[in-house]
């Protein structure tokens, strides 16, 4: 059984097929929680809001599911572009 938790530490953990289910419950059964979790998650509440409005042919979980985890490799890609090399701790680092 799939627990219903979307929050910045779970939603790496969800297939994208678990994704589209959670966030599908969500909207039918607590869409603030769904709000909230997209803030903390750093989805472009515009993006959602544009992708909503023109894909209309498309179900809304999809549409959230996906707009997460894009937004989730653009923060591991901006993590890895602006990651600090290890400091060298050998003697001769001077």
């Known amino acids: 059984m799939i627990e219903y938790n979307l929050d910045i530490t779970t939603v790496d953990q969800l297939n994208r097929d678990e ?6 419950y969500l909207i039918v059964h607590n869409f603030e929680k769904l709000i909230y979790a997209l ?6 509440e515009a993006k959602i809001k544009y992708l909503l409005e023109t894909r209309t042919d498309t179900n809304a979980a999809i549409l959230i599911a996906d707009a997460i985890i894009q937004r989730q490799i653009e923060k591991k890609l901006a993590r890895e572009k602006y990651k600090q090399p290890k400091p060298d701790t050998s003697e001769d680092a001077w």
């Open 39 to 44: 803030y903390r998650i750093d989805v472009d």
């Open 19 to 24: 994704l589209i289910n959670t966030v599908n």
